[in-house]
């Protein structure tokens, strides 16, 4: 494949190749929409499905929920709960995905009547999914429905439990399943593996499935005339909740998610669920949230409350019709979320020094006593960005257990290698996706993960990272990074996890100024040929490759720079600049 540019061998050691066609768009004729299309096929879109995917829609996108196995199962039992007045309650993760579908059938039944609980497990105490003390207790307080959210799918001794209390349980998830399944009244999750048309489906985050069943509740009570006398809740009304944890949980933004995002973004542009304006003016956003402001700004707040406070502050925010009551949440959580980052730095350092002294280990595993469960997850993801290789990192109590989490690299699956380290025995519990796992392991079995987690994605892992490269959508002159094009490029969003906000390289320039701010990021100011300028920032790169060329690059130096564009609204009238990820010589010496 030829290099975009000639670069073969970037700053940061890397080739520079199109993401699809590309498209060099250094013609003075150029016009920014030009590229909308080709983005969207560099995505993966078919040409003649173009228009569809500009403004992707629900009824564009939305399959029939009876697709999915034991859809209709799920949706008619929770129509009879409904139909009887019954005591239902949601069982939820303590995570962004787990509180907003607890949140969205929360606020779907109570709009049927309906006064449903929510159960969400303490993150230290309780650990990850349903216990069977937990649902036997939550039977015994009256509940004759428990409908477990983002959990449950690998819940095999907690749900036999709860049969033998007598009490029904539905299992609404999204991570991988074994080939036995935990005995369920309904288990509802496109990653069965016995899944049939729904398996298209596996990259729905927990609340994605949970729309898909409020939609598959609503029909059936239709089918039974339910509503001849009562107005119908408005599912649509409660995208907003399906959009941020889509986000939040990374799933990937293609098909359905586009949709669910794309229209959920305007749901919350209206404010409508106080709990999340209200968390909106706490994270000091003025204006309507974007997809990155989930991402950022929203989701770890929501998370937070899981992390390192109370486990059901984020669900208690999400359905609370009390305004003051909201805000204070909100305020807690923000508070959180900073305490949270403290904690993060603390472990990200010490995990880093461990994973220094590893060698060349396929996958990064990291174990630490007295590291914060709480901030694992965040930290295996710092590690992995940092290592260019999937990361595990392992919190260890005082009694030798860990609880890990993983975060991977595209093209290797993590979450099916730990099941596949569950059934050999090395661990406690363990389960996830393909870019995410979690697991609970006897600290004198971690180096044994790690050697079988070596010998099993090994292969996966080098073949990965010899893929290796920097895909470019479009070469620009400098002048062409400009709010019209953002703009433009908006159209094919919205960007995220599977569907990758657009990188352009613009160029050559020189460095004008050059500093480091904030915690390592460096800030440039560069120039081209056409005497247009652009304000660039290099995130935590001060101490790399890249960070050191930019500092050290006099102004006789001439570079191509990559990176995506956003718009800096902070000022009076809005900018373009370029958030970077390289950069190359443009005159090799």
């Known amino acids: 494949m ?29 016009q920014p929409d030009d590229l909308v299309a080709g983005l969207l096929m560099a995505r993966g879109v078919a040409r003649d499905e173009v228009e569809a995917h ?24 929770l129509a009879d709960a409904v139909a009887a007045g019954e005591a239902v309650t949601i069982f939820g993760d303590y ?18 009547s309906l006064d449903p609980q929510a159960y969400i497990p303490d993150r230290l105490m309780e650990g990850y ?13 009256g509940a004759r429905l428990i409908v477990t959210v983002d ?91 399906v959009a941020l944890g889509t986000v939040a949980d990374v799933a990937a933004l293609k ?65 609370t019709e009390d305004a003051e009551e909201a805000r204070a949440i909100a305020a807690e959580l923000d508070r959180l979320n900073e305490e949270r980052r403290a904690i993060e730095m603390l472990v990200t350092e010490a995990a880093e020094a461990a994973a220094t002294g590893q060698g060349n280990r396929a996958v990064a595993v990291v174990a630490g006593h007295g590291w914060h469960p709480g901030v694992i997850g965040i930290v295996a993801g710092r590690l992995k960005e940092r290592l260019g290789r999937p990361a595990i990192v392992i919190a260890i109590d005082e ?26 025995g090395l661990l406690v519990a363990g389960g996830g996706h393909a870019m995410a796992a979690g697991l609970t392991i006897a600290a004198d079995k971690v180096d044994a993960l790690a050697a079988f987690l070596d010998a099993r994605l090994g292969e996966d892992i080098t073949k990965a990272r010899d893929d290796r490269a920097l895909l470019l959508d479009a070469v620009l002159s400098p002048g062409g990074v400009n709010p019209a094009l953002i703009g433009a490029l908006d159209a094919g ?64 130096r001439r570079l191509w720079v990559a990176g995506r564009p956003k718009l800096d609204d902070w000022g009076s009238r809005p900018a373009a600049e370029l958030h970077l990820e390289d950069a190359a010589w443009a005159d090799v010496r």
């Open 255 to 319: 098909g359905l998610n586009r949709a669910f995002v794309a229209q959920g973004l305007k749901v919350m542009a209206n404010r409508r669920n106080v709990g999340l304006a209200a968390l909106t003016q706490a994270a000091r956003l003025d204006r309507a949230p974007t997809c990155t402001d989930l991402g950022f700004a929203l989701g770890p707040r929501i998370n937070a409350g899981g992390r390192v406070g109370k486990s059901d502050l984020g669900v208690r925010l999400l359905t």
């Open 493 to 556: 969003g919205p960007y995220g996890a599977g569907w990758p906000a657009p990188r352009v390289a613009a160029g050559p320039v020189r460095i004008i100024k050059a500093d480091v701010v904030g915690q390592g990021h460096v800030r440039a100011i560069v120039a081209g040929d056409d005497g247009r300028s652009i304000k660039t920032i290099a995130f935590r790169q001060a101490d790399s490759p890249l960070g050191q060329a930019l500092l050290s690059a006099g102004p006789d």
């Open 2 to 30: 030829t290099a975009v540019l000639n670069i073969s061998h970037s700053i940061l050691g890397q080739p520079w190749r199109w993401r699809g066609a590309g498209s060099d768009a250094r013609d003075p004729g150029f």
């Open 399 to 424: 009694d030798g257990t860990g609880k890990g989490s993983g975060r991977s690299i595209g093209g290797v699956d993590l979450g099916a290698a730990v099941l596949a380290a569950k059934d050999m």
């Open 151 to 241: 959990c449950g799918a690998q819940a095999f001794e907690a749900l036999e439990m709860a049969k033998g209390a007598g009490v029904d349980v539905i299992v609404v998830d999204h991570h991988k399943c074994a080939a036995a399944l935990p005995p369920a009244l309904a288990l509802v999750n496109p990653n069965r593996l016995d899944e049939g048309d729904g398996a298209a489906h596996g990259h729905l985050a927990a609340v994605g499935v949970a729309f898909l069943l409020g939609a598959a509740l609503l029909r059936t009570l239709r089918a039974r005339g339910w509503f001849a006398d009562r107005a119908e809740p408005r599912l649509i009304e409660l995208l907003d909740l």
């Open 95 to 112: 995570d962004v995905d787990g509180a907003t579908s607890a949140a969205l059938l929360i606020r779907l039944l109570r709009d049927l």
């Open 54 to 77: 500009r403004e992707p829609t629900i009824r564009g996108f939305m399959p029939d929920p009876s697709i999915f196995r034991d859809m209709d199962r799920a949706a008619e039992r």
């Open 129 to 141: 999914g349903p216990s069977g003390e937990a649902l036997v207790r939550i039977a015994a307080g």
